[in-house]
């Protein structure tokens, strides 16, 4: 049994709403601190391979014992990380948690993050970070880095880590022209959100095993013909409050088959973009449409041929209920929910 408070949400949902679920029962209720513990921590005895430091206003890492596995230094005022501290579990320590702090990378010495070899989680979320710290595990599965200052992302630094699944780098100031790269390598990449950064345009090399890619909230006005293509296990794509516009969507750019939504909302569309039939979620509220394309939704209509959207949403655009053609129902006849207003 894992020593965890409560573990992450699912991805699905973590990737959603970018929390963190640190909840838990206070430390004293887990039992008394074992004797190697760290006096400014706690390391209850009956989870003896987890320390909690969190929340002690602690100005550094403490130096920490052997046998740790789960390592929680999250809400405090740690400024930097001076080596050594890691040394006694630079082959055990598999989550390291630093998310709301005030590290940057000048105080990172050699000799900590650097060393840690068997790490699988990496949360650093929520401070003054300005390029990525990637530790050499190629256990690394989860990579949690928003709401910090970084301007570029090297390409290179992920190549190895084979077994990564999840990277959060939203709330950032990545440019397009800095990640060039920066995804290449991870073969089981499952999630990638980029949102609330300067991006131009979708990341670019991004692995073919991704199934969600959030980019909301950038300045992003076109979309690469035959870019999802490349993407085939693609399910989930956001785009939301971008400067996306017609000219910018090659024909037919969102007809691919694997994806189950597709959020183009408060954008500057004037028309409905083209879509496979087999897409349920599609988001289109505070564009600029002006016309109800039904063509874009169906090309052909029949028993087999339909529509699987269960969700419209076409509201604050330029179209009413009354822009549907009389044939909208056979084509959409899965739709439980049409918003126009």
Not at 28 to 53: H, K, R, T, V
Not at 105 to 132: H, R, V
Not at 161 to 172: H, I
Not at 186 to 194: A, G, I, Q, R, T
Request: charged fraction near 20%.
């Amino acid at each position: 049994m894992f020593p965890l408070r409560v573990p992450l949400l699912a991805i699905l949902v973590s990737v959603v709403l970018c929390q963190y679920d640190y909840d838990y029962p206070p430390v004293s209720m887990l039992g008394p601190s074992g004797p190697n513990c760290n006096q400014e921590c706690d390391c209850p005895i009956s989870f003896p391979s987890a320390m909690y430091c969190d929340s002690r206003k602690l100005k550094f890492v403490p130096i920490v014992p052997t046998g740790i596995k789960y390592l929680y230094l999250q809400n405090n005022q740690i400024q930097e990380i001076k080596a050594g501290v890691f040394d006694n579990v630079t082959d055990t320590l598999r989550w390291l948690i630093l998310d709301h702090n005030q590290i940057t990378n000048g105080k990172i010495e050699k000799g900590t993050i650097d060393k840690l070899t068997a790490l699988e989680k990496l949360f650093f979320s929520y401070n003054d970070l300005t390029e990525p710290i990637i530790p050499p595990s190629k256990s690394l599965d989860e990579l949690k880095m928003m709401h910090n200052k970084l301007s570029k992302f090297p390409s290179g630094l992920l190549t190895d880590k084979e077994n990564l699944t999840s990277v959060n780098v939203q709330f950032n100031q990545l440019t397009s022209d800095a990640i060039s790269g920066a995804f290449k390598g991870p073969k089981k990449m499952l999630s990638l959100d980029v949102s609330h950064n300067k991006l131009k345009k979708l990341p670019a090399g991004v692995p073919s095993s991704l199934e969600i890619l959030y980019a909301d909230f950038n300045d992003i006005d076109s979309v690469g013909a035959g870019y999802l293509n490349k993407l085939p296990s693609l399910q989930y794509l956001r785009i939301s409050n971008n400067k996306l516009v017609d000219s910018g969507l090659p024909a037919g750019v969102f007809n691919v088959t694997s994806l189950v939504e597709l959020d183009l909302s408060f954008n500057k569309l004037q028309s409905i973009p083209e879509i496979n039939e087999q897409l349920e979620q599609l988001y289109l509220q505070a564009n600029e449409i002006n016309k109800f394309d039904l063509g874009s939704l169906c090309k052909f209509v029949g028993p087999l041929n339909y529509s699987h959207l269960k969700h419209l949403r076409l509201d604050a655009n330029n179209i009413t209920h009354s822009s549907m053609p009389p044939e909208s129902s056979n084509c959409l006849r899965q739709a439980s929910n049409i918003m126009f207003e």
